[in-house]
């Protein structure tokens, strides 16, 4: 069965309704939660409560507490995180808070942290920015981890080619690209030489490459390249005539570098992780900078988050900025560098919600996708 450019219009308005309501369901569920769990805390006491002011007058909290989405093994987490508790508990009270106690939990899911945020019944969370955006009913975005940057971040892909080879620098970035790189085949490098000499490429110079994605999950190797496919062409991933998904990156590069497919999508810049290989285990004989160029720069893809409850009867403004201010110096300390390094974060930036409407647009995507 054909459908009509119309009726195509009428399953996207249908996606886009449905998700509408799935989200209306999900905040009257996360407000019945909420509710509920109030209840129970004012009956048994409460997990973390409000104890006054201590002697030297700082504000007194019998417990602050810390979810960790399960990224990595938990007990490896719990291990490596330990030291953030006497951490968090000295900058707090240099912050005016004398916390008598944190307690680090890991989920057994992403969405267990996002659910305990929503119910008020964890106070902060280190989740990525696409739990944040599904759960943002009851959670806050106050501080967005940061990594090493890159020598290029323009969303202009010719840039990328003049300015290689890409190298890390020494500034922190809170977010990272993906892109869309072409490799040695004829059209791979057909299409470079049209992005170089500034020339529009089409969907149909598009249509005609051998592609390389990840899964459907894969924030760089597929949801953004989708996302940016449909905001430049109004088609998605799903449109184009010849697809292949790989198992990893290196896999993706791997039939780059041997012309069976054109073009990959993968997080920036992963070549500089496949330089060697290019010319050792992939058989190539000049350098990966000479033979791949960037076709496409995607969305800014923001980094995790450190996110507090909109429902944790602890919380409120000046607990988020001491929060802020904690945070960001555990962040500059060396110990503490040694602890956020169990994520990969280096560092912590004031965030604001904003930031994360790329994410948003992606969920959306995905929810359309499925």
């Known amino acids: 069965m054909i459908l009509s450019a119309k009726s195509g219009m009428i399953v996207r308005h249908f996606q886009k309704f449905k998700l509408s309501e799935e989200r209306k369901v999900r905040k009257f569920l996360l407000a019945f939660m909420t509710i509920l769990v109030s209840v129970v805390l004012i009956a048994c006491g409460g997990t973390s409560t409000d104890s006054g002011t201590a002697e030297n007058g700082n504000k007194k909290l019998d417990k602050l ?112 690209r993906a892109l869309l790189i072409a490799g040695p085949s004829e059209k791979g490098q057909a299409i470079a030489k049209k992005v170089n000499n500034g020339e529009e490429i089409t969907f149909e110079d598009l249509d005609a490459l051998n592609w390389n994605v990840m899964s459907s999950s894969s924030p760089a190797g597929y949801i953004y390249p989708a996302l940016w496919l449909q905001k430049n062409f109004d088609k998605t991933i799903t449109d184009l005539s010849k697809v292949v998904q790989a198992d990893s990156y290196g896999s993706a590069f791997a039939r780059l570098a041997a012309g069976q497919t054109d073009v990959l999508v993968t997080y920036a810049d992963a070549r500089r992780d496949n330089v060697e290989k290019w010319t050792t285990e992939f058989g190539r004989e000049a350098s990966i900078w000479e033979e791949t160029d960037v076709i496409g720069v995607m969305p800014a893809i923001y980094n995790d988050t450190i996110s507090v409850s909109k429902n944790s009867e602890i919380m409120d403004d000046d607990l988020k900025a001491a929060l802020q201010k904690a945070f960001i110096n555990i962040g500059n300390s060396e110990e503490g560098k040694k602890v956020i390094s169990i994520y990969s974060h280096e560092g912590y930036q004031i965030a604001k919600d904003s930031d994360y409407d790329n994410e948003r647009a992606a969920q959306e995507l995905v929810q359309q996708l499925q």
């Open 65 to 176: 507490s810390i979810g960790f989405v399960p990224s990595r093994d938990p007990e490896e987490i719990i291990t490596a995180t330990e030291p953030l508790k006497e951490l968090l508990k000295s900058e707090l009270a240099t912050l005016g808070y004398e916390v008598g106690e944190v307690e680090i939990s890991v989920g057994t899911n992403y969405e267990a942290v996002g659910e305990a945020l929503s119910a008020g019944t964890t106070d902060i969370g280190l989740i990525p920015g696409g739990t944040y955006v599904l759960y943002d009913d009851g959670a806050e975005v106050i501080l967005t981890a940061t990594r090493s940057g890159l020598s290029n971040d323009s969303d202009d892909a010719a840039d990328w080619n003049k300015n290689e080879p890409t190298e890390p620098t020494t500034d922190q970035a809170t977010s990272y």
